[in-house]
C-alpha cells in the first residue's frame, strides 16, 4: 500500500521561528511536491524536487524553501514564519512514468503562526 | 489566469441521489489530462479518477463517472447513488506541462454534503 506521510498533524509556531515540515513516502516516487491549502483557492504548488538535490519553484515560493537530500524523504523550511503563513500544508509523490501522473498525498499539516 | 474553475463551492444532495459537480478548464495545450480528488474532513487527498485529453471515451469508476466535453472544455465529476460517506471536499485538477514537468493545477474546491 502506497503511504506518504508527514511528521506533524498540526503544529503551532510563534512569528520568526524556522519551520521544518518533513514529508517521507516510500514507494520509490522520483518527483515529491509541497502545496499549501487555503479556502477558497484550492491547492498551490510552493517547491517540487524531481530528483534528489534537486528542486524547481512552483507558483508560490516566496518565503519558503525545500531540502531533498534522500530520495524518499521532502523538506519544506519556513526560515522565518509569518502569520500570513498559516495554512494546510500538504506534500505529495508522483512517479515519473510515462504515464504516472498521479500524485500521492500525504495526511497534511496544520500550521498555525501566532 | 484562472486555470481550473469550479463555481460551485457547496453542494448539497440527498442520499442515494446522483450529484453533478462542475469544473472547467483552460490550457492552450492539446495534451493534458483530468483529475478528481476527493478530501475528507481527515485532510488526506484521496484520487478518484483521471481523464486523458485524448481518451475517447469517458472514464467511470465504480460510482464515479467524469463527463468530459472537450469542446466546452468541461470535465464534471458524476457521483451516482449518493452515499453519506461521500461528503467532503472535492477538487478537480489539470495536468499541466510547465518547464518540462507534469504539474497539477488546482480548482478552489466544491463542498458536498449528503443528507440523510
Known amino acids: 500500500d502506497v503511504k506518504v506521510t508527514q511528521s506533524s498533524r498540526y503544529l503551532v509556531k510563534r512569528t520568526g521561528e524556522k519551520v521544518f515540515l518533513e514529508c517521507v513516502q516510500d514507494?520509490?516516487?522520483?518527483?515529491m511536491f509541497w502545496y499549501r491549502q487555503d479556502p477558497g483557492l484550492g491547492l498551490r504548488l510552493i517547491y517540487f524536487s524531481y530528483d534528489v538535490k534537486m528542486k524547481e519553484k512552483g507558483d508560490i515560493p516566496e518565503g519558503y524553501s525545500v531540502s531533498r537530500e534522500k530520495k524518499e524523504r521532502f523538506s519544506l523550511i519556513l526560515e522565518s514564519a509569518s502569520t500570513n503563513q498559516t495554512s494546510m500544508y500538504l506534500c505529495a509523490s508522483s512517479s515519473q512514468g510515462a504515464n504516472s501522473y498521479e500524485q500521492y498525498f500525504g495526511p497534511g499539516t496544520r500550521l498555525t503562526v501566532t | 489566469a484562472q486555470k481550473i474553475t469550479q463555481t460551485q463551492p457547496g453542494m448539497f444532495v440527498q442520499e442515494k441521489e446522483a450529484v453533478t459537480l462542475d469544473c472547467t478548464y483552460d490550457t492552450s495545450d492539446p495534451s493534458y489530462g483530468l483529475f478528481w480528488y476527493k478530501q475528507p474532513s481527515s485532510g488526506e487527498m484521496i484520487f478518484l479518477i483521471y481523464?486523458?485529453?485524448?481518451?475517447?471515451q469517458n472514464a467511470t469508476e465504480g460510482r464515479y463517472s467524469l463527463n468530459f466535453q472537450k469542446a466546452r472544455k468541461s470535465a464534471n465529476l458524476v457521483i451516482s447513488a449518493s452515499q453519506l460517506g461521500d461528503s467532503a471536499m472535492y477538487f478537480c485538477a489539470m495536468r499541466e506541462l510547465r518547464g518540462g514537468y507534469n504539474k497539477l493545477i488546482f480548482g478552489a474546491g466544491t463542498r458536498l454534503a449528503v443528507h440523510p
Open positions: 481523464q486523458g485529453s485524448y481518451d475517447q
Open positions: 514507494m520509490d516516487h522520483e518527483n
